[in-house]
């Protein structure tokens, strides 16, 4: 024996978080064919949408930001999905759990990866929207990119969580964004209402509360999320 | 007391129902701006008032099963989860009905439609999980984990949908109602109330049964 | 005692996988673990590993219970399954340096060594996709080395090899044997395994026949288990 069993303590909160994100984003990358058509599949919903509303472009412009948050939430039921699919695949999942991998680690791991691919999505989405929309944006960039940040962050928290449950139930594609979507509405509020300010201009000073109330709902699910996901992975 | 209660809970409670909507719907006066349609409230506002103490019971029966690991608290939950989903789709359409009558419109951005909206179709996913997953360890603290998390956003679904616009719709209309329909409503509320635990108690028992089957000693046999 | 199981069942749906299952396993003792297909045995395992929690009864492992003292259980031991607990897109190298990014304590200098010993060092960076399911279980045989347990798990180590791999993994057993482990391990191959065990458990429709029993002549298991599964009862 190399080291003697009393001394075996598990990795630091913060090098398991690193070591989950690594490896999730390495999995990504080693699938990016998937990755690639996930993304087209949110350009072919945005796209979608401007077909449904017909040819009004002033009526396009006015619903942009709905439409852009649309093709994200939609797209990230695909790639949460995927985030666990490959977690069940040869258990792979009850491999960390026994090795052990500290489940606040395995939650805030998968979740900041999953906002980083979610903000990617949203950061090309954005450009594309606004050229089909015909959109003159009048907010900031540095507005912008925070408001897309917390809009993915948003959605990845108990994206996260119910993603997890949903690989290990039987209906997987239609419980997940069964249980997601509902969860999400004030979220979703909130971003389509700070990118439109952002897109239109803000004659009355809105976006720091729509602002805050998406902070507020980051706040309250990644600490939600983090303190349940143990009981979700290991019953 | 049992049998008393199992005897008597549905005879008040349907009693209490008759006599309500009686009141309601043609001993009360008709509403000054609304008319008559402003009757379905006897029906609607007891249906949503049930309905949200249903999902606070079921939340908090979670909470309970999390901790303390109490399947009769999972069988609550499981039966409060259920006729939330009832009197809360009850509520919803009537007060769609009310909406059109009253202001011309199904649906409006309002917190309490909105928010209750939110709670019906969650937990719509909440039982679909419940009978999606058959190890009864997992569907308990998993949709354990489903309440809670719903309810938890239910502060943030008012604070969205207020500050969302749209029609801002007045708390009830007090002023213009006397004290007769008051009392009417009153009489509905706690009508409904009784009806609503007694539909628990039974809910509550088929559930309860399920689990102490489902966690009973496996069955003994001996080698042939 | 390792393994201390008290009255325990555990139930899948409608269906009892275990039923009262109470029997001890001392420690530095290798315990065969047989039964026809459907009988428990994979359950079992997955339970001594505190993967799977009881329906009813106590499970205890190094003193500890199951279910309340994971992480100190599972440092300690490691377990073999069906599912490889690898991920496909991953090569075989990366999936052994995970182990590594999570367990601070294990010395991942001998990755190179044991790569050579499974027989893999020529596909180390290849994804394990593209293994056979042989390769896999030679893999899953080397991270069980680099962890180095005090509690050895395997289910059916000899399926889907070579005879070169069932000998390599023979092998690996009577070294980890020498480092004083306790062992379970499930096999259909009974002569195989009784060769490398000193005690026997058998398991038939999710009860317990023989409980942990010091195996004596050479043949007993075999001949045992043979007589247990002709006898009626428990279909």
């Not at chain 2, 059109?100 to 969650?122: E, H, N, Q, R, S």
């Not at chain 2, 006397?178 to 509320?189: H, P, Q, R």
């Not at chain 3, 044997?177 to 499930?186: I, R």
């Amino acid at each position: 024996m190399t080291s003697s069993f009393a001394e075996r303590r598990p990795a630091s909160l913060v090098a398991g978080v690193r070591a989950v994100i690594n490896k999730d984003l390495l999995l990504e990358w080693r699938s990016r064919a998937r990755v690639n058509a996930t993304i087209f599949f949110a350009f072919l919903t945005l796209l979608l949408f401007l077909f449904a509303v017909g040819p009004d472009t002033h009526i396009m412009a006015q619903s942009a930001a709905g439409y852009l948050w649309l093709a994200v939430l939609l797209s990230s039921v695909l790639s949460l999905g995927e985030s666990f699919r490959m977690e069940a695949e040869n258990a792979a999942l009850e491999g960390l759990r026994l090795l052990p991998v500290d489940p606040k680690a395995m939650f805030l791991g998968k979740a900041i990866a999953n906002t980083l691919f979610l903000f990617l999505l949203a950061v090309i989405l954005v450009p594309v929207t606004v050229a089909m929309c015909g959109v003159e944006v009048q907010g900031s960039l540095m507005h912008g990119v925070a408001i897309l940040f917390l809009g993915a962050a948003a959605i990845s928290a108990p994206g996260t969580l119910y993603a997890a449950i949903a690989s290990q139930v039987r209906a997987r594609d239609v419980l997940l964004p069964l249980l997601l979507f509902p969860v999400l509405i004030p979220a979703i509020i909130g971003a389509v209402k700070a990118t439109k300010l952002l897109f239109a201009g803000d004659p009355m000073g809105d976006l720091g509360r729509w602002t805050a109330l998406l902070i507020f709902f980051n706040a309250t699910y990644w600490l939600l999320c983090l303190l349940l996901f143990g009981r979700v992975v290991e019953e | 007391m049992k049998r008393a209660i199992d005897f008597g809970l549905p005879l008040l409670a349907i009693a209490g129902i008759v006599v309500g909507e009686i009141m309601g719907l043609w001993i009360a006066p008709a509403e000054r701006h609304m008319g008559d349609v402003y009757r379905i409230i006897y029906v609607h506002v007891p249906a949503a008032w049930v309905a949200l103490l249903s999902f606070l019971i079921a939340a908090a029966a979670s909470f309970t099963f999390l901790f303390k690991t109490s399947w009769a608290a999972d069988a609550l939950a499981e039966a409060a989860g259920e006729l939330g989903v009832l009197f809360g789709t009850v509520a919803y359409i009537l007060g769609a009905i009310w909406g059109k009558g009253t202001w011309g419109v199904w649906w409006t951005p309002d917190p309490k439609l909105t928010a209750m909206a939110i709670l019906v179709f969650g937990f719509a996913g909440y039982i679909a999980l419940r009978n999606l997953t058959e190890e009864p360890e997992r569907r308990a603290a998993w949709s354990a984990v489903v309440a809670i998390i719903l309810a938890a956003g239910i502060p943030i679904v008012w604070f969205a949908v207020r500050w969302w616009g749209g029609l801002h719709q007045n708390q009830s209309t007090r002023d213009s109602m006397n004290v007769f329909m008051g009392a009417t409503l009153g009489i509905n509320v706690l009508a409904f109330t009784l009806l609503f635990v007694w539909f628990l108690r039974m809910r509550y028992r088929v559930a309860k049964a399920k689990i102490d089957e489902e966690l009973s000693e496996p069955p003994e046999q001996e080698l042939a | 005692m390792v393994v201390q199981l008290n009255n325990v069942s555990k139930r899948y749906g409608r269906r009892w996988a275990l039923v009262q299952l109470t029997f001890a396993i001392p420690e530095k003792s290798s315990v065969l673990l047989t039964g026809g297909n459907g009988a428990g045995k994979t359950t079992l395992l997955r339970m001594l590993a505190t993967s799977l929690k009881s329906t009813r009864g106590e499970v205890r492992i190094f003193d500890k219970l199951s279910g309340v003292d994971n992480d100190l259980i599972r440092p300690r031991l490691a377990l073999v399954t069906h599912d490889s607990h690898l991920y496909d897109d991953l090569s075989a190298e990366e999936n052994l340096s995970l182990v590594g990014h999570f367990l601070p304590w294990v010395d991942m200098r001998r990755m190179g060594d044991i790569l050579e010993r499974v027989g893999l060092a020529p596909r180390r960076a290849s994804a394990v996709r593209g293994f056979s399911a042989g390769m896999r279980r030679r893999l899953c045989m080397g991270r069980m080395l680099l962890v180095e347990p005090e509690l050895v798990l395997l289910d059916e180590p000899f399926g889907q090899l070579d005879p070169p791999g069932v000998a390599l993994v023979e092998e690996i057993i009577r070294e980890v044997q020498q480092k004083q482990v306790t062992l379970v391990m499930s096999t259909h191959d009974v002569e195989r395994g009784e060769a490398l065990c000193d005690h026997h458990l058998h398991l038939k429709s999710g009860r317990v026949l023989r409980a942990v029993e010091p195996l004596g002549e050479p043949g007993e298991a075999t001949r045992i288990a043979q007589e247990l599964e002709a006898r009626g009862g428990w279909h």
